[in-house]
C-alpha cells in the first residue's frame, strides 16, 4: 500500500478521528470540442463555497451511518440525487494533509478521507450536472457549481495543465490525477507533461497575482 494510505478498517478503528468521504463521478463519451478534439471522458468535480476546486461529499460519522450511505445523503445535498455508492467503489482511505492558509481546520481531530470512484453512463452524468444546477439544496450555497475536468491539450497547452494548476481542496488534487492514471483515463506521459506544464503557469499565475495586488496598492493609496 503506498504510504499515508490506511486499511478502511484501519480507519474506521480511529475512535478520536473525523471522517470525510468524497467521490469522483465519471463516464465515457465520444463528444468532441469543437468537432476536432476528443473530451473522451466526462470527469465532475465542484467549485467549493471556500472557492477552492473538490469533489462531492463531505462529513460522515460512522457511528451513525456507513461510510457509503453518509456519502450518498452527503450527494442527495450536495447533487440533489442520491446516487447508491458501495463498497467496491472505495479507491483509497488516508488522513487528510496538515490544513494550509487555503483552507485552515477549525478542528484539533485529525481527519481521514475516504475517496470513492464511480462509473456512470454519460446520460447519469448529464443529469446529474442538470439536477446539481436545479434543485441540489446546496447549490449557489456550500456548491458554486459542478464542472467538468478537461482531459485534452490544445496546441498552446490549455486544458488538463490549467485546470491542475488551480487551488484545490486538502489532497483533492492528488485524488484527480491518481484516479485518472488507475483508471487509465489520461495516458501517463500525457499527464506528466500537463503537471510539468502546469507548474510553469502556476510561476507566471505568481507574477499575474503581484500585479492584481499592486492595483489595489494604487487605489489604497487615491483613499
Ligand atoms: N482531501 C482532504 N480533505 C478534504 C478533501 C480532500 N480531497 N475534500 C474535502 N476535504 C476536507 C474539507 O476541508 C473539510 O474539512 O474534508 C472536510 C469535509 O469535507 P466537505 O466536503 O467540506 O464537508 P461537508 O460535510 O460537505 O461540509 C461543508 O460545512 O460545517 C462546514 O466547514 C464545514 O467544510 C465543512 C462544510
Ligand atoms: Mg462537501
Known amino acids: 500500500m ?45 467549485m467549493r463555497f471556500d472557492g477552492l476546486l473538490g469533489f462531492p461529499g463531505g462529513l460522515v460519522d460512522p457511528l451513525e451511518e456507513t461510510l457509503e ?3 450518498s445523503r452527503e450527494l442527495s445535498e450536495e447533487l440533489g440525487l ?3 455508492i458501495v463498497v467496491e467503489d472505495h479507491v483509497e482511505s488516508r488522513y487528510a494533509p496538515a490544513s494550509s492558509p487555503s483552507s485552515p481546520s477549525s478542528s484539533s481531530s485529525r481527519l481521514i478521507t475516504h475517496f470513492y470512484v464511480k462509473m456512470m453512463e454519460e446520460e ?3 443529469e446529474v450536472e442538470r439536477v446539481a444546477a436545479s434543485t441540489a439544496t446546496d447549490h449557489g450555497q456550500e456548491v458554486l457549481g459542478m464542472v ?17 494548476s488551480h487551488s484545490f ?3 483533492a488534487r492528488s485524488q484527480l490525477v491518481d484516479s485518472l492514471l488507475r483508471f487509465n483515463l489520461v495516458a501517463s506521459g500525457d499527464l506528466h507533461k500537463a503537471l510539468t506544464h502546469s507548474l510553469k503557469i ?21 483613499l
Open 202 to 222: 502556476h510561476a507566471h499565475a505568481v507574477d499575474d497575482l503581484r500585479a492584481a495586488l499592486a492595483l489595489t496598492e494604487v487605489q489604497k493609496k487615491q
Open 124 to 126: 447519469q452524468i448529464r
Open 69 to 71: 450511505a453518509g456519502l
Open 169 to 171: 481542496i486538502g489532497n
Open 82 to 84: 442520491a446516487l447508491p
Open 148 to 164: 467538468r475536468v478537461p482531459l485534452y491539450t490544445m496546441k498552446g497547452g490549455g486544458g488538463l495543465a490549467s485546470f491542475l
Open 2 to 46: 503506498a504510504s499515508g494510505q490506511l486499511l478502511r478498517a484501519e480507519a474506521l478503528a480511529c475512535s478520536g478521528c473525523r471522517h470525510a468521504c468524497h467521490v469522483m463521478l465519471y463516464s465515457d463519451t465520444k463528444t468532441q470540442l469543437f468537432g476536432r478534439i476528443p473530451i473522451r471522458h466526462i470527469v465532475l468535480m465542484q
